[in-house]
């Protein structure tokens, strides 16, 4: 097995640790190979998919960050059926957006969105 080194904030390795003592986890490694895992899964379920589809997107961030997200969202109109905006507090939101069209345009927006470095969280839901 290769050994790989991972810088991390003292924060986000708290909560790694945190997380590996809730879960049971043997080690900080078990845990970034569990996560790595997942999220391959995740992308691959993504890349799959063809046709015609149906899908929603959740995105959180910072509210003086909105503008860029409009921007993306501007230039995929066609694809975004429904979409709900929502202050979480006074400096965060969350956006629901209900998709539907060609894969290769969903897609193309979810990268763009969780590409975003003013994104904190980016998920995909496809039914």
């Known amino acids: 097995m290769s050994v790989v080194?991972?810088?991390?904030?003292?924060?986000?390795l708290?909560?790694?640790?945190?997380?590996?003592?809730e879960q049971g986890f043997s080690g900080r490694s078990e845990v970034?190979?569990?996560?790595v895992r997942a999220l391959l899964r995740d992308r691959k379920e993504i890349?799959?998919?063809?046709?015609?589809?149906?899908a929603v997107v959740i995105v959180t961030h910072k509210d003086e960050d909105s503008g860029e997200i409009d921007d993306i969202q501007h230039d995929y109109q066609e694809?975004?059926?429904?979409?709900?905006h929502n202050h979480m507090d006074e400096h965060k939101c969350l956006e629901v957006f209900m998709l539907h069209g060609e894969a290769g345009k969903v897609?193309?927006?979810?990268?763009?969105?969780?590409?975003s470095s003013k994104v904190e969280q980016a998920k995909i839901i496809v039914p």
């Not at 897609?107 to 590409?115: D, P, S, V």
């Open 107 to 115: 897609k193309q927006l979810y990268n763009k969105l969780q590409a």
């Open 79 to 84: 694809t975004i059926t429904t979409q709900l």
């Open 32 to 35: 970034m190979r569990t996560a």
């Open 5 to 12: 080194s991972v810088s991390l904030n003292d924060t986000l």
């Open 47 to 54: 890349s799959d998919l063809e046709g015609i589809v149906d």
């Open 14 to 21: 708290e909560d790694i640790d945190d997380f590996m003592d």
